[in-house]
């Protein structure tokens, strides 16, 4: 839902199944401003929905009906975080439609994620997978 307008107010939003928001657009969806109320409102507003909420460099967090986790960033030198969010969002897709677990999706898209602020310019940033799974394994 990004940019949130109020276009989006006549979509059916019950026939969603994976919200991926940041903090800003949790609050133009619920009204709340903190990440737990934020989820919260969600769980309640769209309960088959998997909420995946980006907290920048405070992590991010992911709740559905059976689960909900944390996870931090990994600490780097940021150069231009350019790609950071696009990053994160294509590893936890490419998670999601591998059916892995989801600590192992969040994981594996917060290293995506970290790898790519420490390079310069969008596409070229972007790690490849191989290189994701070996700095999960250092």
Same mark, same amino acid.
């Given at each position: 839902?990004?940019?949130?307008?109020?276009?989006?107010?006549?979509?059916?939003?019950?026939?969603?199944?994976?919200?991926?928001?940041?903090?800003?657009? /949790? &609050?133009?969806?619920? *009204?709340?401003? $903190?990440?737990?109320? =934020?989820?919260?409102?969600? +769980?309640?507003?769209?309960?088959?929905?998997?909420?995946?909420?980006?907290?920048?460099?405070?992590?991010?967090?992911?709740?559905?009906?059976?689960?909900?986790?944390?996870?931090?960033?990994?600490?780097?030198?940021?150069?231009?975080?350019?790609?950071?969010?696009?990053?994160?969002? /294509? &590893?936890?897709?490419? *998670?999601?439609? $591998?059916?892995?677990? =989801?600590?192992?999706?969040? +994981?594996?898209?917060?290293?995506?994620?970290?790898?790519?602020?420490?390079?310069?310019?969008?596409?070229?940033?972007?790690?490849?997978?191989?290189?994701?799974?070996?700095?999960?394994?250092?």
């Amino acid at each position: 839902p990004s940019p949130f307008n109020e276009k989006l107010n006549a979509v059916d939003m019950g026939k969603i199944g994976i919200f991926l928001l940041n903090e800003v657009e /949790g &609050y133009q969806f619920t *009204g709340e401003t $903190e990440p737990d109320a =934020i989820l919260v409102r969600m +769980r309640e507003l769209y309960p088959h929905a998997k909420i995946m909420l980006t907290l920048g460099k405070d992590g991010a967090i992911y709740a559905d009906q059976a689960q909900k986790h944390y996870q931090p960033i990994f600490q780097v030198k940021a150069v231009d975080t350019t790609a950071a969010g696009d990053t994160f969002t /294509g &590893y936890f897709l490419a *998670g999601l439609a $591998e059916n892995l677990p =989801i600590e192992e999706v969040l +994981r594996m898209s917060a290293k995506a994620s970290c790898i790519a602020v420490t390079r310069e310019g969008a596409v070229p940033s972007i790690p490849y997978r191989k290189e994701v799974l070996e700095a999960l394994q250092a």
